[in-house]
């Protein structure tokens, strides 16, 4: 007996909450519009903007040497298909540079973080903030060094056809857009 009403009680809470479940019908007052639309607002119309009488720059063009440090994407973009060991070879490369760079970026975020409490102190020492300074463009210098540096000896892993080919595809595709 009690399994029936047990039973019952769920079948009618099941077709009860499929009744409450259903989308409402929209409301007649609204027109045409649905529930989720909102309603329009008066316009108006924004005031004329005068015109600008400065002369727009072009755009900047696209800088030559394609992308930086994807030899990976370039290789394949050629049409390059590199053999297991290169593949090897280069990955090796870049992960030794990438752990050098690393640190270095390391460094450089210590540097920012020893400049900022700097600069918040109330007595700023010019000749400390300076330092600073030239360590971080030292470090700037030597990461953008390690980076033009890994891209030379990941080319140099290259045979001398596929570094042709490669030129040829950069020469077309960053030089004749």
Do not use: H, W
């Not at 004329?48 to 990976?72: L, M």
């Not at 297991?84 to 975020?109: C, F, G, P, T, V």
Request: net charge neutral; charged share 35%; with cysteine.
């Amino acid at each position: 007996m009690k399994t029936k009403i047990l039973l019952t009680t769920l079948i009618i809470t099941l077709m009860s909450s499929m009744v409450f479940a259903q989308v409402p019908p929209p409301d007649p007052a609204a027109g045409d519009r649905r529930r989720y639309e909102a309603e329009p607002r008066d316009r108006r119309e924004a005031a004329p903007r005068e015109r600008e009488t400065r002369v727009r720059e072009p755009a900047p063009r696209p800088r030559a040497g394609g992308p930086k440090g994807d030899i990976y994407r370039m290789c394949r973009n050629a049409g390059i298909y590199l053999s297991d060991e290169q593949l090897n070879e280069m990955s090796s490369i870049a992960y030794e540079y990438e752990l050098k760079i690393n640190d270095l970026e390391y460094q450089k975020r210590n540097i920012d973080y020893k400049f900022k409490i700097e600069r918040e102190k109330i007595d700023i020492d010019l000749n400390v903030v300076k330092d600073l300074i030239s360590q971080k463009k030292d470090l700037e210098k030597e990461i953008d060094y390690l980076r033009i540096e890994k891209d030379v000896s990941m080319l140099d892993v290259l045979t001398d056809e596929q570094l042709q080919q490669l030129n040829t595809y950069r020469m077309r595709y960053y030089y004749y857009r």
